[in-house]
């Protein structure tokens, strides 16, 4: 009852739900049944006894969606090679406009990279959102402004030194 009750619920495709419940269960069973001893679903392959580690079915799964959905995008070719534009060097507006952004991405991300464990994703992340909200132009974030780019890579290339 448990089992399909799950397979219901699993969303708005009640066969995926069940070939989902049928695979995990198949998957479960593999190895040594502990009642009898004997080996189950090994097919002969002695690596197979102690069962599969759920990790590497994890990493499958996921590796397998993602492979599946990047070459299902190879068929569609509609991507443009787009010309860069600008200035090899930065002009004095941008100057300007960046100094503060790496100086606050600076004090975020080396205290942040100096914890043990602390990574530099959560200090990016925590850079551009303020100067996201410091920001007198919101409408230019997610489109290239210069205090988005400037001040989360300060802030990433600081937690790397805070390590």
């Known amino acids: 009852m448990a089992f399909t009750s799950v ?15 049928f695979l995990g269960l198949a998957l479960g069973v593999i190895g040594i ?4 001893g004997q080996a189950r679903m090994t097919f002969g392959l002695p ?6 580690e759920l990790t590497v079915v994890l990493v499958s799964v996921f590796a397998v969606g993602e492979i599946l959905y990047v070459a299902s995008r190879f068929r569609h070719n509609d ?4 010309p860069i534009s600008g200035k090899a060097f930065m002009t004095r507006n941008e100057w ?11 004090v975020i991300g080396f205290p942040m990279g100096a ?14 959102s303020l100067e996201k909200n410091l920001s007198k132009n ?3 974030f997610g489109h290239g402004a210069i205090e988005g780019v400037a001040g989360p890579e300060a802030a990433n290339n600081a937690a790397a030194a805070g390590i």
């Not at 690596?47 to 599969?52: A, C, I, T």
């Open 96 to 106: 300007a406009r960046s100094w503060k952004p790496w100086l606050r991405g600076t």
């Open 33 to 36: 049944d502990a009642m009898t």
């Open 115 to 128: 914890i043990p464990g602390g990574g530099s994703e959560l200090p990016t992340m925590l850079s551009y």
């Open 7 to 21: 397979a219901v619920v699993m969303g708005a495709s009640r066969v995926r739900g069940f070939i989902s419940l």
């Open 47 to 52: 690596d197979l006894l102690d069962g599969v």
């Open 138 to 140: 919101k409408d230019e």
């Open 79 to 82: 991507e443009q090679i787009i």
